[in-house]
């Protein structure tokens, strides 16, 4: 195939084969390329976009030409599988004789070694597979050839340690390939431009180029029979089970999505339990299942045997199922942009409509979902931005750097200063990664195992020993959880992995239920859990941390316009079902707005209560309920209780509150906001948590070797005891004020909460008093029950409180 003469024969008649045509912005890209610019490609899921991003590298293949051609990055495991096989049929359709080779987390140690032989024409990959083949000497000899570098769903990266470990990654693709050019895919990103300044790095030029946009979804709900107007988180539940199952009837292939794997198993063993037809026809997939458990799905799913599929957002990116033309979201979508990318899986393919049914699974979600519409009529999506001088990122990948190539400080600092993330990297600063990789700096300099690099003679930086190396090869990455313990049958074979925390509150006999089977543990043998079919003593589902996924701001303020304009949303499904709702919540209180604060107060048996609703998301309020805290702790003793949900905040106190409005207005003021939320920091403790994945990150601890991990517990204690060493004698450290910077640009949102604060000073203030809780402040003192109390317990409490609320407003 001759290079730079657009498409060859053999391509068009492939296209006729097939029954396809090059659309305008395919044969645009592949110009583009052979043109050697970079760019960014935004087009709508099922537009053909992954042939475009092909075409370029393929028509510019010289004949005869070996080696490795194209690097194919994607962020999820789950996509892999799939895309060899379009790309593999590209390959055969246009004559290429290319071989394609996948390379990440699920490849097995054969398939490792095999590339280590010799490399494929394209080779898709995660960022930290990339990342770990720059540690390898033999890998960086035989980048010569390389063509091309395509990142898919280049979004799901942006704004991500993960997105600034790939912009390292490609900064030193530069300096080995110079002339691979660089494209990024994506569907949904609200700022092209700023995605695409990211992606290239300050020294790159390149465009965005526009593909086609496909219609929003087709949206409907399923509107419970019954609302209560006193509604709590998770209550609905399976409620809405036979309208699930009627919808998955209905049609040919269906995914039914679920924000967390907890949620996943409880809904794919309630459909096989409401109706065994569907066994063998449902399945399960989530990140903790076993690799070849999530295989055998995939396969069956893109085949069309499979009914429906369970999944959490291990599916949700760019995997090509076109026998799906329906998609169920479990609970609120708490993003425009997540939403319009699991819809998006059906009807994925050029012409295809996507439908979407969403299922509530407590009464307010009903309002995210009229936002939703809102949302995607008006084409808003959440901003995202790329991060800066991650440092702890950074040390990782200099450490990386020089296992894969020795080099000297001046050419180390000029590499990092092509990306985005470093651009402005001072040399202090990079003086100081180097300072702590060559001693631990200051506070650890005594300790031999913080010594990773040295100068040699010629000014080039080296891996002091091998076991420095081993550890970090098996610590390049950016993706931190808790601790998992692998799920192994008694008699031999895996299952997956569950957390640590988890299984530690088992005892030998207990069962659970893990993808869709009844276990039964038999005992744990260090990180192993040994496990048998069966019904144990007393049965749980595995919960896994960090699931909770906050309300988007772009959705917070679709929220308050659809109650400000609910009066004029007669056609909205959604407020029509919440009308007695919110006429209830109207009557014993009133409702917020765009351009009101409401702040209710309540005496009762527990205390003195404060609700306000900004509707900034929970992040947001997982600021604000701290921050209001702490300054009225300054000017009155009391014992103070903090409650959040997406929606508003719960302040419990011992002692009366505040009751002017003047008084309140100071506590949620802009001003001095800063050092409050330092303190706030320090009296929470939050720092030191995100102080755990800074160090895991950067290296300063270990999280073990294979087969024999160190426990969470042993995790967080090493964290701990660094984090008081370095505070009490390196007190500069870059990566202690990394944690503290994090937590208030990603834990608490500062910026964005800033914002809110400066908006609620400017609105108007509605303060209610309560004779008893309204219908926004239910969940909100339900969520404080459930975090109190045992599982029952709280049940009943909640359900008593709920019976009573009802039979006094019965008539309201």
Request: proline fraction near 6%.
């Amino acid at each position: 195939m001759a290079r730079g003469t657009g498409p060859s024969r053999a391509l068009e008649a492939w296209l006729d084969r097939q029954g396809w045509y090059l659309a305008p912005f395919q044969r645009a890209l592949a110009e583009a390329f052979q043109a050697g610019e970079d760019g960014l490609c935004l087009a709508s899921t099922g537009s053909g976009k992954t042939l475009a991003a092909f075409l370029g590298p393929a028509l510019s293949a010289k004949t005869g030409e070996a080696g490795l051609q194209l690097l194919w990055v994607t962020p999820l495991r789950a996509l892999a599988s799939d895309l060899a096989r379009q790309l593999e049929g590209f390959c055969d359709g246009l004559g290429l004789p290319w071989r394609v080779a996948v390379r990440n987390g699920d490849s097995s140690a054969a398939e490792r070694r095999k590339l280590r032989t010799a490399l494929p024409e394209v080779l898709i990959i995660t960022p930290e597979s990339l990342a770990l083949l720059l540690a390898d000497a033999a890998f960086l000899q035989r980048l010569s050839t390389l063509r091309g570098v395509v990142v898919d769903e280049w979004h799901e990266l942006l704004g991500t340690k993960r997105g600034v470990l790939l912009e390292l990654t490609l900064a030193r693709l530069d300096s080995l390939a110079p002339r691979a050019r660089r494209w990024g895919l994506s569907a949904t990103v609200a700022d092209p431009q700023h995605a695409l300044e990211v992606l290239l790095g300050p020294e790159r030029q390149g465009r965005c180029l526009p593909g086609p946009q496909r219609p929003p979804p087709r949206v409907r709900t399923l509107i419970p029979e019954e609302i209560e107007r006193f509604p709590w988180a998770g209550h609905l539940g399976l409620r809405s089970l036979p309208g699930v199952l009627e919808a998955v009837h209905a049609a040919p292939s269906t995914l039914i999505f679920c924000n967390t794997r907890f949620q996943a198993e409880r809904w794919f063993e309630a459909l096989l339990r409401a109706d065994l037809s569907l066994v063998g026809q449902v399945a399960l997939h989530h990140g903790s299942l076993a690799q070849a458990q999530r295989r055998q799905v995939e396969a069956a799913l893109g085949a069309g045997q499979l009914r429906a599929v369970v999944a959490t957002a291990s599916l949700d990116l760019g995997v090509d199922f076109a026998p799906v033309t329906q998609v169920i979201q479990i609970g609120g979508p708490k993003g425009v942009a997540r939403l319009l990318q699991r819809a998006g899986r059906s009807g994925h393919h050029p012409g295809g409509e996507s439908n979407l049914l969403c299922v509530p699974t407590h009464a307010f979600e009903l309002l995210e979902f009229a936002a939703l519409r809102r949302a995607l009529a008006a084409g808003t999506l959440e901003p995202r931005e790329g991060l800066r001088n991650c440092l702890d990122v950074l040390t990782q990948h200099v450490l990386t750097r020089i296992l894969g190539e020795p080099g000297d400080a001046p050419t180390l600092l000029k590499e990092a200063r092509r990306t985005y993330a470093f651009a402005t990297l001072s040399a202090n600063a990079f003086s100081w990664v180097l300072d702590h990789l060559q001693r631990g700096g200051p506070a650890l300099k005594a300790y031999d195992a913080y010594a990773k690099i040295h100068e040699a003679e010629d000014g080039r930086l080296a891996i002091t020993s091998p076991r420095t190396a081993r550890r970090h090869r098996l610590s390049i990455g950016t993706i931190v959880s808790d601790a998992t313990v692998a799920l192994r049958w008694r008699r031999g074979g895996g299952l997956g992995q569950v957390e640590e925390r988890f299984i530690r509150q088992l005892r030998p006999g207990d069962g659970f239920t893990f993808g869709g089977r009844k276990l039964v543990l038999c005992r744990v043998e260090g990180m192993t859990a040994f496990v048998r079919p069966g019904t144990g003593r007393r049965t749980f589902t595995p919960r896994w941390a960090g699931s909770r996924m906050p309300l988007s701001s772009t959705l917070a303020e679709a929220v308050l316009a659809c109650l400000e304009d609910r009066a004029a949303s007669p056609d909205c499904p959604e407020m029509q079902a919440l009308a007695p709702l919110l006429a209830l919540q109207d009557h014993l209180s009133s409702l917020p707005g765009p351009d009101r604060l409401l702040v209710e107060r309540l005496e009762s048996r527990e205390g003195h209560h404060l609700f306000i609703y900004p509707f900034a998301g929970r992040r947001v309020h997982e600021g604000l309920g701290p921050l209001l805290a702490w300054r009225l702790g300054q000017a009155m003793e009391s014992t103070l209780t903090t409650t959040v949900n997406d929606y508003g905040i719960e302040l419990l106190s011992s002692a009366p509150l505040p009751e002017d409005e003047a008084s309140l207005r100071a506590c949620l003021s802009p001003e001095g906001l800063g050092e409050a939320l330092l303190a706030c920091c320090e009296g929470t403790g939050l720092a030191q948590q995100r102080f755990r994945t800074i160090a895991r990150i950067s290296g300063l601890i270990f999280q073990g070797f294979p087969g024999g991990p160190k426990s969470q517990r042993a995790l967080q204690l090493s964290a701990q005891l660094l984090y008081d060493v370095l505070k009490r004698y390196d007190a500069d450290n870059a990566l202690v004020q990394q944690a503290t910077r994090e937590v208030l640009e990603e834990e608490l949102e500062a910026e964005r909460l800033t914002r809110r604060l400066r908006e609620l000073s400017e609105q108007r203030w509605d303060l209610r008093q309560l004779a008893s809780l309204s219908p926004f402040a239910f969940p909100l003192w339900a969520a404080r029950v459930h975090t109190r109390y045992s599982t029952e317990s709280a049940a009943a409490r909640i359900t008593r409180m709920l019976g009573q609320l009802e039979r006094r407003h019965g008539a309201a």
